[in-house]
């Protein structure tokens, strides 16, 4: 969406949020309208983070995330709102985590968490609802190891692997729990980083690396899948960077840059995109300048 058009969205979704509030207060036993004030603030927020401007976001956010709490009240039957419920703390955890209110993030997680558990502990042969428990495991393991509250992000991060594992072995169609494996290594490779245990940071990045060749060769199209191939190829270069093997992490990084550089092509106008071929290629060169130097 581009400039004019988000903030058009923004102005037609602010006028209207007055009306939809009135209509509440009339009529306030008919869930359509609370749905569709929920609704409303929710898409501001998403509009309004996509600008940048994080206090009207967050506000937003906020907003619909009190209708969601109320509505779950007046509906504990209502397992589709606690699902919504959940991923409303999950967004607004992943904003402040953005932000640096750790804190603030670590409650949503939980809060998340907490849900997420409920739900699959009532539904365990749904794979939706497993994969958003490994979702809030991943994001508050993530959140506990910026903490440097090593163990609790390993405990996390490792139950969520066991997850998706188990939710694989059912469902070895679904791209999404196998997409959430391949970042449940990534994360718990980062653990394993902070603790000192190269090795085995150097397994999970490995276990990672496969999970995310299948992805890609299932999906060639997908770019999603072929960056994080990329990535993956990338991580596990900082192995022997990790051990001092300055010769041994360049290739691995130049395999790396080369696929990235390859997406690029595909998708020239991602940015996103760009800056991670950027930061790929400033490693490599500081790799070069410190193998260069005397």
């Known amino acids: 969406m581009v400039q004019g058009d988000r903030s058009g969205a923004i102005q037609r979704f602010e006028a209207s949020l007055p009306i939809l509030e009135q209509l509440v207060s009339q009529y306030p036993s008919k869930t359509k309208w609370q749905h569709a004030l929920q609704y409303g603030n929710q898409k501001l927020g998403e509009l309004l983070e996509a600008q940048g401007d994080f206090p009207r976001s967050k506000q937003y956010y906020e907003a619909s995330l009190k209708i969601l709490e109320r509505r779950t009240t007046s509906e504990p039957e209502n397992l589709a709102l606690q699902s919504d419920l959940a991923s409303s703390h999950r967004r607004l955890g992943e904003m402040q985590e953005a932000h640096g209110d750790l804190s ?58 066991l997850i998706a594992k188990r939710q694989i072995a059912l469902h070895p169609a679904n791209l999404s729990l196998q997409r959430s494996l391949g970042v449940s290594h990534n994360m718990l490779a980062l653990v394993f980083l902070a603790q000192g245990d190269v090795r085995g940071a150097q397994r999970e990045y490995k276990a990672a690396l496969a999970t995310f060749k299948r992805l890609a060769a299932k999906d060639y199209a997908n770019q999603d899948a072929q960056r994080a191939l990329a990535m993956s190829h ?13 010769r041994g992490a360049l290739p691995k ?31 490599i060169a500081n790799v070069e300048d410190e193998l260069s130097s005397p």
């Open 104 to 161: 603030g993030a670590q409650r949503h997680y939980e809060a998340s968490l907490m849900i997420c558990e409920q739900l699959a502990a009532q539904d365990s042969g749904n794979a939706d609802k497993q994969d958003n428990l490994i979702s809030s495991y991943q994001g508050l393991g993530n959140l506990l190891r910026a903490r440097d509250e090593l163990q609790g992000a390993q405990r996390l991060l490792e139950a969520g692997r």
């Open 234 to 246: 990338f991580n596990l270069g900082l192995i022997p960077l990790a051990r001092g093997d300055l």
């Open 253 to 283: 990084m130049k395999h790396a840059l080369a696929l990235y550089r390859a997406l690029v092509l595909l998708a020239p106008a991602s940015t996103e995109l760009q800056s991670e071929v950027e930061n790929v290629e400033d490693m």
